[in-house]
């Protein structure tokens, strides 16, 4: 397999969230598969195998398990895609069903790349894994902040949403890692969504993700659809309605993230960004 690799929700190679790519993974299993993400060692590597309706099949490894969806993998391979086969629509056939990605060339030249999740739902987070995860986080009840409560978001994968009542305690990152992948694992949540919230429209992000054997997501698509879900599903902001997620910045790869919400619950949330190829074919 040729795994390409790629940084989404960046136009540089030093930021956003490397993703490796296998354009054609036809006939490869999953040993193969898995050991291919984990010799590559970013947090997801997408598959694809063609199907003969010109929708693709893809599967999406981290270094230590498949997951459902991964968003910048998706937006990786969406712009590889693109620049060896033209920009145009692509019906993603995941685990988590059906994701179109549309592909586009901006002004500049550059492939932007355009997601459409499955539906989003949020659910409440029992009172006891709040403890235990605030507890592995190393925060306080007194760290949180009121405006975003806690929850279980979703769309296409869990995230637990856990909002920050300052910047400063999003940039102070330090977990019980083994503690907090126990708990993620037993609970099935793929990362958290540590979520400070600067305007009603503009949000910094920080995901952890020990249950792929990595420490923290430097961007995460499929959280950020998720918590354009959860802020849609909760009513704590008016859509149709674009925001935009600051992430990465506090690991020294900033990433750019843009969520467009639009009205009804039943619509899928559309995330945008770029990707970078990291190396040369």
């Known amino acids: 397999m040729k795994v390409l690799q790629y940084s989404a929700f960046s136009t540089h190679s030093s930021g956003g969230n490397p993703a490796g790519v296998v354009l054609d993974a036809t006939g490869a299993d999953d040993a193969s598969l898995l050991a291919t993400a984990a010799e590559l060692g970013f947090s997801e590597t997408a598959f694809v195998v063609p199907c003969g309706d010109g929708s693709l099949n893809i599967r999406y490894f981290s270094p230590l398990m498949e997951v459902p969806f991964c968003g910048h993998a998706t937006i990786a391979t969406a712009v590889a895609y693109a620049e060896r086969y033209g920009v145009g629509t692509l019906l993603l056939r995941t685990k988590a069903g059906e994701v179109p990605v549309t592909t586009s060339i901006t002004a500049e030249g550059s492939i932007v790349a355009t997601l459409v999740s499955v539906t989003p739902h949020s659910i409440a987070i029992s009172d006891t894994d709040l403890r235990e995860l605030l507890a592995a986080l190393r925060w306080s009840p ?132 770029t990707a970078i190829q990291m190396r040369a074919d």
Request: with cysteine.
């Open 142 to 273: 007194d760290d949180l902040e009121p405006c975003l409560p806690p929850r279980v978001a979703y769309a296409g994968a869990w995230h637990p949403v856990i909002g920050a009542a300052t910047r400063a305690r999003l940039a102070d990152l330090d977990y019980d890692m083994p503690t907090l992948k126990s708990l993620m694992t037993h609970n099935d949540w793929a990362t958290i969504d540590l979520v400070w919230r600067e305007s009603p429209t503009v949000y910094h992000c920080r995901n952890p993700f020990p249950p792929g054997g990595i420490v923290e997501d430097p961007a995460t698509g499929a959280a950020a659809a998720a918590f354009g879900g959860y802020l849609r599903e909760l009513e704590l902001i008016t859509a149709p309605v674009s925001i935009t997620i600051h992430q990465g910045h506090d690991m020294g790869r900033p990433s750019l993230i843009k969520v467009t919400i639009p009205d009804g619950r039943e619509n899928g949330i559309s995330v945008t960004g």
